[in-house]
């Protein structure tokens, strides 16, 4: 098992429900963390940790970054990306549905620019998502994306060792991600979530310790690890 202290990681995402989540823990297991976002601290919890701006569609900005932290242990990638489609596939925009696919550009600009610069002991964590393996109406571009990321980590896995790679595929999370408010927000995540074996949204809380696990076990790699309250079952 590894131990956190004076381990180095980098979470891109990191002021923000999962990944800020994810970041605190790590930070309580006393490693050095670094959150990596386009807006910077959120005041939430992470004014405390080592803040950095970039957009993770940026290559140049994260060969620089890479390049500053070099030697880092741990890379955690949460971002969403940009924008994602979402409606019937045969009324879609395929502009937007080819969009959705940024938030897959950017866990692999962060894997292939960041890998080069990190302890060969080290191990990374991307997030995919339920959709990936269940049918939901108007999913069908993140179902694409969260099945690229999967199959990613999977084949990536070989062509990064001894580097773990590993993701975590979360149900549906209450976290800033939806924009709605009030009943409207509550409404919505009832709906999603009531027929799911667990039926209710998560917390990022009870994500975040799936991300120490794979960070932590130096025998899992190239593995998704659901987090889903019974989602993709259902
Ligand atoms: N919440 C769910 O129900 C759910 C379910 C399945 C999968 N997921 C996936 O889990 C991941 C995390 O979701 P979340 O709900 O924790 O999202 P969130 O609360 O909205 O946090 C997203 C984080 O990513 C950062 N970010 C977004 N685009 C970025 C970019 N281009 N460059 C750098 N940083 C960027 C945001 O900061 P800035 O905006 O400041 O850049 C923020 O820190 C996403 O990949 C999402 O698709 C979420």
Known sequence: MTNFSGKKAIVFGGTSGMGLEIAKLLQQADAEVVTVSRRGALGKGNDNMQNEIAD??????????????????????TATGGP?????????D??????????LWGYVNTVRLGAPHMA??????LLSGY???????????IATVGNAVEGFVRMAANEIKPIRINAICPGLIDTPMFTQEGEAREQYMNETTKNNLIPRPGKPEE??????????????TGTIVDVDGGAILA
């Open 120 to 125: 060969q002991d080290g191990a990374i964590v």
């Open 56 to 77: 993770v569609l940026d290559r140049d900005a994260l060969a620089a970054l890479f390049e500053k932290h070099g030697g880092f242990d741990f890379l955690v990638n």
């Open 84 to 92: 994602r489609a979402i409606g019937p596939f045969l009324e879609m």
């Open 207 to 220: 994500v975040a310790p799936a991300a120490m696990f794979l960070l932590e076990n130096q025998f899992v």
């Open 131 to 141: 959709p990936a393996r269940k049918w939901r109406p108007g999913v069908l571009a």
């Open 94 to 103: 395929l502009d937007g549905f080819q969009g959705s696919f940024a938030k």
